[in-house]
């Protein structure tokens, strides 16, 4: 079993920044894709940004200039770097990660992980 756990959120006033930690733990044989996703209150849980294993990332468009995705592979723990926080950025900001869990790699399992979420709220 992998388990995620954010930490990072708070409140902080528009135009500030926010740094969100994801870290995975486990028995993980290697670790594909981590993202981040927010879901605000009465809408759907939306894609903010996505690293995959290469290093490679995908941003939304509504925060591209304004956030980074970034990881580090030897602890198996990604960033959110949030700048120039706007009010409608507030959201509870769930770590999604994906791999491979298991010692050997004849024996590994697809994983899908998420975290427990972190309240980012943006202040006007």
């Known amino acids: 079993q992998v388990r995620v756990v954010e930490s990072g959120g708070g409140l902080v006033q528009a135009g500030g920044s926010l740094r969100l930690s994801c870290a995975a733990s486990?028995?993980?044989?290697?670790?594909?894709?981590m993202g981040w996703y927010r879901q605000a209150p009465g809408k759907q849980r939306d894609l903010v940004a996505v690293?995959?294993?290469?290093?490679?990332?995908n941003l939304a468009d509504s925060v591209k200039g304004r956030f980074t995705i970034s990881r580090n592979n030897t602890k198996n723990t990604a960033y959110l770097q949030m700048n120039s926080l706007k009010y409608e950025d507030t959201a509870v900001y769930y770590c999604?990660?994906?791999?491979?869990?298991?010692?050997?790699?004849?024996?590994?399992?697809?994983?899908?992980?998420w975290g427990q979420g972190t309240q980012v709220t943006v202040s006007p």
């Open positions: 486990g028995v993980i044989l290697s670790v594909a894709n």
């Open positions: 999604n990660v994906q791999g491979y869990s298991g010692t050997y790699y004849y024996s590994r399992q697809w994983f899908d992980s």
């Open positions: 690293v995959g294993s290469s290093g490679s990332t």
